[in-house]
């Protein structure tokens, strides 16, 4: 705004007529972006949609500031009290510490644990609100549990563990989120539309633009159409098969929308943040505090279902309760559900045989497919990560195939952050769903696993709903066309890095607003709780690696074979 101001009303006209030309040229050069292959995926979607009576499945997003959103709604309630600009409460993990544990008298094996925490100033704290997670690790053995963690809301936090073995048990304690950090999140993206703006340095998904005589601008990107420090928008909405996506009108007056070349992550200027609203860093810290404990053997008899007979709704009421499993004996076991599945290359392969798996989602869907791609089905594929089809196609859509098992991976729509993507025959995950709804595929050999996550945390929160919304509908509509398919979702992990705009209490926010937009489905879909996993094995890398990722591919094949 003050760019325009200070080059007076002569820009603006000028500008406004240069928007109305490149509006009215964008609109006519926007087809070429739909090719043909896709325009025939467009009709299958339509004609699915119109027999199961779906209404505008695709542009789902509505007002994203209006009164009744998420955003409005429950943000202010959860920042009500918070102090997120000096920051004064900030919970220390020098001065919080493990009070004390006990073990339940009643039901042996259950182990708890209770932590109180204090601000820097070693003042006990009276709010709460911040991701705790409490783990317990085997002393003489390789056992790993993570706790079911209750906020107190008065600065304390208890966690019950229900401990698998005997005997010596060490108990650690992590702020996997402090509160200020996600208020400021949650602030930043009605503020500016983007949470980036809280992070140290800007990171984030830009456009790149070329005009024919080698113009070259790049302008912020995002899922909402207000780019901030960009009075006009370039709406891509359409290019990203009708999920919304924007980004900022290039400043050069010989730029134009349609010079679009593509989307890629970079630095992303955020100076117009001041240092107070900026996050605290680390996001996420070890208490100094730790205990040891001695865990009796568990006498419970559990009457345990097969996992993989287990109804699926089962494994979205375990979430927020006890974890799913735990590590022990170099193997991730499920906690309320057996299985007798030997875990081994040989046994994946027999279970999988005639079976088609389709992963769809983000760069920690991709990690299943890569495992599935090289270790089961014995390619040796190395740069899935800036895979693209011919052409410069957004997506590669690969098949794989051996031993009678077929896999592809399929990445979601924008935003998606990668350094660089072409803006050509983009599909979004409900399209790619609705056609194979459609294919002739036999239901009974059809895998899907399914994710959406990090990407979208640096937006406001209504278009992860928005986007999950219409996914749930692309899934209920798969289902009755294949109801005999498999379908899971890769749920939440926890994660965590100083340099980038992910937060664990906006991932718990996440799952919340998937089990709300879930609905019905979650009798039908399978959710892969990858967050009992990485919090048991303390694992907070954005792609979880070593006995976490075996960990995850256990826990997906134990509800699969
Ligand atoms: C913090 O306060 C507690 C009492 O609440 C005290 O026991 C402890 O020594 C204090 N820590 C430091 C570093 O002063
Ligand atoms: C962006 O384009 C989409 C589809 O072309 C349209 O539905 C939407 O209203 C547009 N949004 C804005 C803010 O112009
Ligand atoms: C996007 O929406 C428009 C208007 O509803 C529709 O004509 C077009 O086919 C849609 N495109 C895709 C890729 O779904
Ligand atoms: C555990 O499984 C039993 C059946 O085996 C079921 O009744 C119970 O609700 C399950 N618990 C959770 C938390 O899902
Ligand atoms: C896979 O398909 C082949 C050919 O139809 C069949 O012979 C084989 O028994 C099938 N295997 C399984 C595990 O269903
Ligand atoms: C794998 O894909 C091919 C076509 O590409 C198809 O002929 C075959 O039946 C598929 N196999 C399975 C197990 O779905
Ligand atoms: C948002 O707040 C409402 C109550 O104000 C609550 O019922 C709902 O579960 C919250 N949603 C999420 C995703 O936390």
């Known amino acids: 705004m003050a760019e325009i101001l200070k080059r007076g009303w002569k820009f603006l006209i000028v500008s406004t007529l240069v928007f109305i030309t490149v509006l009215l040229l964008f609109n006519v050069q926007i087809n070429p972006y739909l090719d043909n292959r896709q325009n025939v995926l467009v009709s299958n979607v339509i004609n699915v949609a119109a027999s199961k009576r779906l209404t505008s499945s695709y542009v789902t997003e509505g007002p994203i500031f209006n009164e009744n959103t998420y955003q409005k709604k429950n943000v202010s309630a959860f920042c009500a009290g918070v102090d997120i600009y000096g920051k004064p409460q900030l919970t220390s993990v020098v001065h919080s510490r493990i009070d004390a544990t006990k ?4 039901t042996p094996g259950l182990l708890y644990v209770y932590v109180s925490t204090y601000t820097k100033r070693n003042v006990s704290k009276t709010s709460g609100g911040d991701v705790i997670n409490m783990i317990a690790n085997e002393v ?3 056992g790993k549990i993570t706790a079911f963690v209750f906020d107190h ?3 304390k936090y208890s966690g019950v563990f229900q401990v698998p073995w005997t005997g010596k048990t060490a108990v650690r304690v992590k702020v996997l989120s402090f509160v200020e950090n996600a208020c400021l999140r949650l602030k930043s993206m009605e503020k500016y539309g983007n949470q980036v703006f809280t992070m140290q340095s800007g990171w984030g998904i830009r456009g790149k633009f070329v005009t024919s005589r080698g113009l070259t601008e790049f302008t912020p990107c995002g899922a909402n159409d207000y780019i901030f420090g960009y009075p006009n ?7 990203n098969a009708n999920e919304s996506w ?5 400043r050069h007056s010989l730029i134009n929308c349609r010079d679009i070349y593509s989307f890629g992550t970079g630095p992303f200027e955020s100076k117009a943040a001041g240092p107070s609203e900026k996050v605290a860093l680390p996001n996420s810290a070890a208490l100094k505090s730790s205990v040891t404990a001695n865990s009796p053997k568990s006498t419970e008899a559990r009457d345990r279902i097969p996992c993989n007979e287990r109804p699926p709704r089962y494994s979205w009421t375990e979430l927020g309760q006890f974890p799913n499993g735990y590590w022990a004996r170099n193997q991730w076991r499920m906690y309320n559900c057996s299985s007798s599945l030997v875990h081994s290359v040989k046994s994946y392969r027999n279970c999988l045989q005639n079976k088609t ?11 299943y497919a890569e495992y599935f791609i090289n270790t089961l089905l014995g390619y040796n594929v190395k740069n899935f990560k800036d895979m693209v089809g011919s052409g410069r196609q957004y997506h590669s859509k690969q098949i794989y195939k051996n031993f009678g098992i077929n896999v592809t991976y399929i990445k979601h729509a924008m935003p998606f952050h990668n350094p660089d993507f072409p803006p050509t025959g983009i599909t979004s995950l ?15 050999a059809l895998i899907l696993v399914v994710n959406y996550h990090v990407h979208f945390q640096a937006y406001p929160v209504d278009i992860f709903r928005g986007r999950v919304r219409s996914l749930a509908q692309s899934l209920s509509i798969f289902l009755q066309a294949k109801p005999t398919a498999s379908v899971l979702f890769k749920g939440f992990h926890a994660c965590s890095d100083d340099t980038r705009w992910f937060d664990n209490k906006l991932t718990l926010i996440f799952r919340g607003i998937v089990k709300e937009e879930f609905g019905e489905l979650k009798d039908r879909v399978v959710y892969l709780d990858t967050w009992s996993i990485t919090a048991a094995h303390d694992s907070l890398a954005l792609h979880p690696a070593g006995n976490a990722f075996t960990s995850q591919i256990q826990q997906f094949l134990t509800y699969v074979c």
């Open 233 to 239: 928008q370039c709406n891509f909405t359409s290019v």
């Open 103 to 106: 073990l339940d008298p009643t």
């Open 357 to 367: 798996v389709y992963f769809l989602g983000d760069s920690t869907v991709r990690q």
């Open 153 to 155: 809301n008065n600065g």
């Open 246 to 250: 924007f980004c900022g009108q290039p």
């Open 140 to 142: 003489n053995g390789d």
């Open 430 to 444: 409900p399209m790619e769903i609705e056609r194979l709804s459609n294919s002739d595929i036999p239901d009974k």
